[in-house]
């Protein structure tokens, strides 16, 4: 198997399952017990928590460990629709179904205006410019890294923007995490987010950062753990590992960068040459190297492609596997490439050279038979 | 160190340890993905809802997989809340705080009646069938194993009264799963809870089982994961977890249940025989044998015990880990134990003889002094 899915999720790290194992057999105890051995496992929460806030340049008590993306996205709304009681939503149509069914579920579709995309899957800065302008405190949700296409936010300048409108700003950044640097505090955040399984962490944990100037109250309650902000025994193995696969992908970011950027241009030059009705999607210069996403013009060979690579053993989505569940409409639509398939290729740390070549080899094959 | 606080939190078993390890390197697929490597991972999800549904007499179906009991509860009440929209509620005051702070959560509150509560930390039965009479339909919430206490709730006869009087069943069995056997169906419950964790299974995972009659929408939203009941890429490894601690479970639930009978009526008897002023909580016939709570009386050997046992490594409580981060009025005081510090010893099938005599050895020694 040639495993390039890497933005759906991620193989566990064997350094990151090593500390897992660790705790669940060395400091299981439950973080909430008074006792000695109790105190333990709490005391290896807040360490996994300042080492994340140093590593995302935020504060300790900033982090609010979830069971994932989802969970941090859906307190975030409800916070949103309860406490903060935004008045106005500005996001994009192409943020994931965490973002745009939370909007729904938590009453704030009525509230919601979608800026507008340009054609590399970014929102329109002078749109989203008149937006802010008009909705004077309103709450942004921009995702980093679109996890479909690849493409990155400039959220420096977006934060700008949110910091003179008087906006709150949360960036979903499940797909950025450990992958390209966010600076908490310089890039203007008031929320951001991580997904562990998605940088070679365990799936079932995650976070959220939270501006610790902004109000909030928890939405699953009970015994009062986490600060009071999620009920539930900490899943201390997993922060520990959350906490692992993080500092580990801050120690290789820069070296997997450089390594999977050459394979992007590599992928992409050699695609595009050989069949130059294959487009790439977004800007390659404007996007993360770990995705690649082609659109493949709709036709008797493409249409089974994905099944053909498939059965090669070769792990690859037509895009984002939670949208594979819902009826949204396609990235593709929403770009204008219509009657194209969309074929992304995400890369970690792991791909070799060797694969990529394989892959290359294949997908030529099959295009060209 | 001697571990005796298995009602708060277990050990990881080996065997679930491996199966972790093996999910996370070679079943790391997306369950979302629609790749093969993606259906091998769901394949696993629904082969371990499918065992478990086998262990606990329910349907695979009615499996809802979430990051725990405290996840399972909230997600219970929102729908009381908002699907069920039940007229009645009825519970103990001394449920989980999941379960308590829910009902506040989910503005339940005003709908809820408290059953009254025998010395036994047990629903007074009479009270339990005068409130159903006066509440047509209730939403019936009481615990199968009391968490402080080990009281076992005769969860038939409560069925089959639910059953009589139309009302709603759910028992909290976050500490009865694998320690006293559960029928789904013959107990006649709607609901039902599991915690990994409570069963030397991982943190950070559960489930909830739901009668496949009753209508249920999910609380927390995104990519339509777990047929749209609970959103969120599946915590693939902590799925399998589970189903292999219920499974050892089931399979060692005898054994176990005779060894730690003998080991508490052993300490029962040696500790009140030793220290008559010394009482044990709740009806020994009638609760598991994990736990063995003790009432001691006020004074100055007391109040410091266990700051004793902790600084000689005996890992005992209080009560409950939840319950020590609330404010609610303690378990003794509800049963009219007043002037009496708690002292719950709960076993597991790795205590051991010896670990039971050095336990009682420090004990006595600590309040003879």
């Known amino acids: 198997m040639i495993y390039l899915d890497n933005a759906a999720t991620t ?19 439950n973080p909430s017990s008074s006792h000695s051995f109790g105190v333990e496992a709490k005391t290896l929460i807040e360490e996994s928590a300042s080492t994340i806030a140093k590593l995302c340049k935020c504060h300790q008590n900033e982090i609010i460990f979830t069971s994932g993306g989802t969970e941090a996205i859906n307190l ?3 916070n949103v629709a309860h406490v903060l009681k935004s008045k106005y939503v500005i996001t994009s149509p192409l943020e994931h179904p965490a973002v745009l069914e939370s909007i729904k579920q938590y009453g704030l579709a009525e509230k919601t205006h979608f800026v507008k995309l340009t054609k590399d899957v970014l929102p329109d800065m002078n749109h989203l410019e008149e937006l802010l302008h008009e909705m004077p405190g309103a709450f942004v949700s921009l995702m980093h890294v679109h996890n479909e296409s690849g493409s990155l936010l400039d959220i420096q300048m977006v934060g700008e923007l949110c ?22 505090q310089a890039m203007n955040l008031d929320f951001a987010v991580c997904s562990a399984h998605k940088l070679h962490g365990p799936k079932g944990v995650g976070f959220l950062i939270k501006n610790r100037a902004i109000d909030f109250k928890p939405q699953l309650v009970g015994g009062g753990q986490s600060s009071g902000m999620r009920a539930g025994t900490e899943n201390t193995a997993g922060i520990a590992g959350v906490c692992k696969a993080l500092e580990i992908a801050h120690q290789t970011m820069s070296n997997t960068h450089e390594k999977l950027k050459q394979f992007k241009q590599y992928l992409a030059h050699e695609i595009t040459t050989n069949i130059p009705t294959v487009q790439c999607v977004g800007d390659l210069q404007i996007s993360i190297p770990q995705i690649l996403t082609l659109a493949l013009p709709f036709n008797d060979k493409t249409q089974s492609i994905h099944r053909e690579l498939d059965a090669l053993e070769f792990v690859v989505s037509a895009g984002s596997a939670c949208h594979s569940l819902s009826d949204e409409k396609s990235m593709l639509n929403h770009v204008c490439i219509d009657n194209h398939i969309p074929l992304r290729i995400s890369m970690s740390k792991f791909t070799t050279q060797k694969e990529i070549e394989l892959f290359l080899g294949a997908l030529l094959g099959l295009l060209k038979e």
Not at 168 to 174: E, L, Y
Not at 177 to 184: E, H, Q, V, Y
Request: charge should be negative.
């Open 11 to 29: 193989i566990v790290d064997a350094e990151v399952n090593d500390v897992m194992i660790t705790v669940m057999q060395h400091f299981y105890g």
């Open 76 to 78: 975030l709304f409800y």
């Open 163 to 184: 910091k003179q409108y008087e906006a709150v700003f949360f960036s979903d950044t499940v797909q950025s995490m450990g992958k390209s640097p966010i600076d908490f």
